[in-house]
């Protein structure tokens, strides 16, 4: 992958991340678990799991991008730049974990 898509992916790793450490555990620590695979497509695919508070990230509705900045609110565009920036994104509950898995293409930028 070129270095700009590399860029691109682990700015969407560590929005990911940060989402999970900021949010899922409230109350406390916890784990999350990363799995990183190639499908037979070539692409990468990545699966972030955390025993945290079930949270849907693609329930959020996009954040108004076209508003000046002053009028816009405040956070909103991590999940944002994860759905742009990737071919594909799902999230389910299984059991009592949150897994959000991220798909990435070879696309050049």
Known sequence: ???????????????????????AYPGGDGDVTVT????TAGQV?????????????????PPDISADIESRTVGGLGVFFVRELSEAV????RGDTNQLTVTFGRRET
């Open 1 to 23: 992958m070129s270095p700009d898509r590399v860029g691109e992916i682990e700015l969407v790793v560590e929005e990911v991340l940060v989402n999970i450490i900021n949010y």
């Open 36 to 39: 990183c695979d190639a499908d």
């Open 45 to 61: 695919v990545m699966t972030f799991i955390d025993s945290g508070a079930a949270f849907d990230p693609l329930a959020l509705p």
């Open 90 to 93: 799902a999230y389910a509950r």
